[in-house]
């Protein structure tokens, strides 16, 4: 994508050692969160039992890739994408054509294949690259994905697309609609009377994955496949209409193509998002935006997750990226001494991208739980912090602070929402790291200090709490019951509302008496620098039933409530503060916390019965959260996996 420019370049070619930041990183807790292996599948990081082939088809002719050239086992038509995209000038369109050899008029269909040795059928996956140098091919950088995805049952096929990198804009559409052609290419492959896939590909079972740009072209490419029509030119007509059940997005851009000026709307599809805190090319989680607009409104089981990595960047999904996300001269201005090794970005990707097709394409449910909860796979990932958000179509939202501005209502009819003592309480849009981004949504913020100010730094009043109630008649309707489980998303934030104020003493008499002269006013001394609070945050949810039965259990047996992890991309001190606005991305975790959990502690809570849920502020004394997503989901059979310890 390459948001880091050339200015910036010249700025870092003056940088002393004196501005260059001492290095920084959170304190990683993965040692205690990832301690233990709670499934017992397969590791789907493993290669599996079939032995890997590998091809390339493409036009033949191509004159700066003899891989497309000499070694072609296919030959394949070009296409005609100049409505798609253009040069950014006549000069540059001759230049480019020049160097490639054709024009956007006749773009070649060419890709790297991996493919398990037998009979099959197997399912397709395609991933394509995102923008880089267009001299310097992309395509080749997911060999290790090729080598694993075809070893467990998968055609995979790297597609190339680096003739619609350099220096074009505003190309997303192009490269959504090439996927969607190579696709068209595929299809003929499979019904081929003879030919190395003849019979072999299961056009039923297919997904997209899709690297920076690429992250957006593939969700371009799921939407297009449900239209009739091109929408910024309708003279265009589509019929694609493939089986695409799930997409991939490896730290995608978002907005760089809208169809019709719209954000892509999504439905009915599974997806994945992944992206690293050090990410010095798209430097804030963008894809989050796509996460949030993916809607499910068939019974089909899709669901929708979003994976945070801390310390991967960029580059490093790919091999031929690497560690310098803005190109060779980023060397200098990118802070790259917290980068996670390469091959553990790597192992991260194999974990988590063949989980998700084993999931969707296999129907394999077993791997659902890592998507829920990543602690469950603590002996497959990674050493370090990850955040993870999770929703599935059996979600019902009592409240995602999406439907109107008023906060003492939810999002399902006849939910009501009451606070007890909180500092904070608004809805309120969910930022992204970079200056005035954001999710395009709103969330609940939610502060409160348990302090009673005054002399008394001791003194405590009764700990704050916000609740969601239920209807008889809505609680019925969504079958709750011991399969239901209470979703939420929640962030805690950097921010510390002030201590409560003392409750007024109304038993003094008001009496005659002359006022004392206030003291005269002290020079007050100066303050030193508050150190912010690194622990995690404690706190409870406390489920009512309809007898009045309260059972409270603690968050943190859900999951890590971190403080906000700072990420610092840029060596210059005060570069990232400048650039992004702030220091870190605050990503709401997914909790999710089965009512039959609450039955286990108390027998006399019925969870058929649920009439509140209740987040009260108990552990730690002071803070603010965001939430997101309150809701209820009737948890599938696979999720009902062992608790950790």
Same mark, same amino acid.
């Given at each position: 994508? &390459?948001?880091?420019?050339?200015?910036?370049?010249?700025?870092?070619?003056?940088?002393?050692?004196?501005?260059?930041?001492?290095?920084?990183?959170?304190?990683?807790?993965?040692?205690?969160?990832?301690?233990?292996?709670?499934?017992?599948?397969?590791?789907?990081?493993?290669?599996?039992?079939?032995?890997?082939?590998?091809?390339?088809?493409?036009?033949?002719?191509?004159?700066?890739?003899?891989?497309?050239?000499?070694?072609?086992?296919?030959?394949?038509?070009?296409?005609?994408?100049?409505?798609?995209?253009?040069?950014?000038? *006549?000069?540059?369109?001759?230049?480019?054509?020049?160097?490639?050899?054709?024009?956007?008029?006749?773009?070649?269909?060419?890709?790297?294949?991996?493919?398990?040795?037998?009979?099959?059928?197997?399912?397709?996956?395609?991933?394509?690259?995102?923008?880089?140098?267009?001299?310097?091919?992309?395509?080749?950088?997911?060999?290790?994905?090729?080598? $694993?995805?075809?070893?467990?049952?998968?055609?995979?096929?790297?597609?190339?697309?680096?003739? $619609?990198?350099?220096?074009? &804009?505003?190309?997303?559409?192009? &490269?959504?609609?090439?996927?969607?052609?190579?696709?068209?290419?595929?299809?003929?492959? =499979?019904?081929?009377?003879?030919?190395?896939?003849?019979?072999?590909?299961?056009?039923?079972?297919?997904?997209?994955?899709?690297?920076? &740009?690429?992250?957006?072209?593939?969700?371009?490419?799921?939407?297009?496949?449900?239209?009739?029509?091109?929408?910024?030119?309708?003279?265009?007509?589509?019929?694609?209409?493939?089986?695409?059940?799930?997409?991939?997005?490896?730290?995608?851009?978002?907005?760089?193509?809208?169809?019709?000026?719209?954000?892509?709307?999504?439905?009915?599809?599974?997806?994945?998002?992944?992206?690293?805190?050090?990410?010095?090319?798209?430097?804030?989680?963008?894809?989050?935006?796509?996460?949030?607009?993916?809607?499910?409104?068939?019974?089909?089981?899709?669901?929708?997750?979003?994976?945070?990595?801390?310390?991967?960047?960029?580059?490093?999904?790919?091999?031929?990226?690497?560690?310098?996300?803005?190109?060779?001269?980023?060397?200098?201005?990118?802070?790259?001494?917290?980068?996670?090794?390469?091959?553990?970005?790597?192992?991260?990707?194999?974990?988590?991208?063949?989980?998700?097709?084993?999931?969707?394409?296999?129907?394999? =449910?077993?791997?659902?739980?890592?998507?829920?909860?990543?602690?469950?796979?603590?002996?497959?990932?990674?050493?370090?912090?990850?955040?993870?958000?999770?929703?599935?179509?059996?979600?019902?939202?009592?409240?995602?602070?999406?439907?109107?501005?008023?906060?003492?209502?939810?999002?399902?009819?006849?939910?009501?929402?009451?606070?007890?003592?909180?500092?904070?309480?608004?809805?309120?849009?969910? *930022?992204?790291?970079?200056?005035?981004?954001?999710?395009?949504?709103?969330?609940?913020?939610?502060?409160?200090?348990?302090?009673?100010?005054?002399?008394?730094?001791?003194?405590?009043?009764?700990?704050?709490?916000?609740?969601?109630?239920?209807?008889?008649?809505?609680?019925?309707?969504?079958?709750?019951?011991?399969?239901?489980?209470?979703?939420?998303?929640? =962030?805690?934030?950097?921010?510390?509302?002030?201590?409560?104020?003392?409750?007024?003493?109304?038993?003094?008499?008001?009496?005659?008496?002359?006022?004392?002269?206030?003291?005269?006013?002290?020079?007050?001394?100066?303050?030193?620098?508050?150190?912010?609070?690194? $622990?995690?945050?404690?706190?409870?949810?406390? =489920?009512?039933?309809?007898?009045?039965?309260?059972?409270?259990?603690?968050?943190?047996?859900?999951?890590?409530?971190?403080?906000?992890?700072?990420?610092?991309?840029?060596?210059?001190?005060?570069?990232?503060?400048?650039?992004?606005?702030?220091?870190?991305?605050?990503?709401?975790?997914?909790?999710?916390?089965?009512?039959?959990?609450?039955?286990?502690?108390?027998?006399?809570?019925?969870?058929?019965? $649920?009439?509140?849920?209740?987040?009260?502020?108990?552990?730690?004394?002071?803070?603010?959260?965001?939430?997101?997503?309150?809701?209820?989901?009737?948890?599938?059979?696979?999720?009902?996996?062992?608790?950790?310890?």
């Amino acid at each position: 994508m &390459r948001l880091l420019r050339a200015a910036t370049w010249s700025l870092a070619t003056t940088m002393t050692a004196s501005c260059v930041q001492p290095m920084h990183l959170a304190h990683d807790d993965s040692p205690i969160v990832l301690a233990h292996q709670a499934l017992t599948a397969p590791n789907p990081a493993e290669p599996g039992p079939y032995r890997v082939l590998t091809l390339t088809y493409g036009s033949g002719k191509d004159r700066q890739r003899a891989a497309f050239r000499d070694s072609v086992v296919i030959r394949t038509r070009p296409v005609d994408g100049s409505k798609f995209a253009s040069g950014p000038s *006549p000069a540059q369109a001759k230049a480019r054509k020049k160097f490639f050899g054709f024009g956007f008029d006749s773009m070649p269909i060419n890709g790297r294949v991996w493919y398990p040795e037998g009979a099959g059928p197997f399912p397709l996956v395609l991933i394509v690259h995102g923008n880089h140098d267009m001299e310097k091919f992309s395509d080749p950088g997911y060999g290790y994905l090729g080598e $694993l995805f075809a070893s467990r049952g998968y055609i995979f096929a790297s597609i190339d697309e680096n003739f $619609l990198n350099g220096n074009i &804009r505003s190309e997303n559409d192009a &490269r959504g609609w090439m996927l969607l052609q190579h696709l068209v290419t595929w299809r003929r492959f =499979a019904d081929s009377a003879a030919g190395p896939f003849s019979h072999k590909v299961d056009l039923t079972r297919i997904a997209l994955m899709g690297h920076s &740009r690429g992250g957006e072209a593939v969700a371009v490419a799921a939407a297009f496949n449900t239209l009739s029509h091109y929408p910024d030119d309708a003279t265009i007509a589509f019929n694609f209409h493939f089986d695409i059940r799930s997409i991939v997005a490896i730290a995608p851009v978002d907005g760089q193509y809208e169809p019709a000026n719209r954000p892509t709307p999504l439905e009915n599809i599974s997806y994945l998002v992944i992206h690293g805190s050090h990410d010095g090319d798209v430097s804030t989680f963008s894809g989050l935006r796509q996460y949030e607009r993916i809607r499910f409104t068939d019974a089909v089981p899709h669901f929708k997750a979003a994976v945070w990595m801390y310390r991967a960047n960029h580059g490093q999904w790919n091999t031929v990226w690497g560690s310098t996300d803005g190109g060779p001269e980023s060397a200098r201005f990118l802070d790259l001494r917290g980068l996670i090794p390469p091959e553990a970005q790597r192992q991260m990707a194999r974990v988590y991208l063949s989980a998700f097709l084993e999931a969707t394409l296999k129907d394999r =449910a077993e791997y659902l739980p890592i998507f829920r909860d990543h602690r469950l796979a603590g002996g497959w990932l990674p050493k370090t912090m990850y955040i993870t958000r999770f929703q599935d179509h059996g979600f019902h939202a009592l409240a995602d602070y999406t439907e109107d501005v008023d906060v003492a209502t939810g999002t399902a009819p006849g939910v009501t929402i009451s606070d007890d003592s909180l500092a904070t309480w608004k809805e309120a849009v969910m *930022p992204l790291r970079s200056r005035n981004g954001n999710v395009g949504r709103n969330a609940v913020w939610l502060g409160w200090n348990n302090h009673i100010a005054g002399s008394d730094t001791t003194k405590m009043g009764r700990a704050a709490s916000y609740a969601v109630t239920l209807t008889d008649s809505l609680r019925t309707a969504w079958q709750v019951g011991a399969a239901t489980a209470i979703e939420f998303s929640m =962030a805690p934030t950097d921010v510390v509302p002030k201590a409560r104020a003392a409750a007024k003493d109304t038993t003094k008499s008001k009496g005659t008496a002359t006022k004392a002269k206030p003291p005269a006013k002290q020079k007050e001394p100066k303050k030193k620098p508050e150190v912010k609070d690194s $622990l995690p945050m404690q706190l409870s949810v406390e =489920a009512i039933d309809g007898a009045g039965v309260a059972v409270r259990l603690p968050v943190s047996r859900y999951g890590v409530a971190r403080r906000p992890l700072e990420a610092t991309v840029m060596r210059r001190k005060g570069r990232d503060k400048s650039s992004f606005g702030s220091l870190f991305e605050l990503i709401p975790q997914t909790y999710v916390i089965p009512l039959a959990d609450f039955r286990a502690k108390d027998s006399r809570f019925e969870p058929a019965t $649920l009439r509140s849920v209740r987040w009260v502020f108990d552990g730690t004394v002071a803070g603010t959260v965001i939430m997101a997503d309150i809701g209820l989901s009737n948890i599938r059979p696979a999720f009902l996996t062992p608790s950790l310890p």
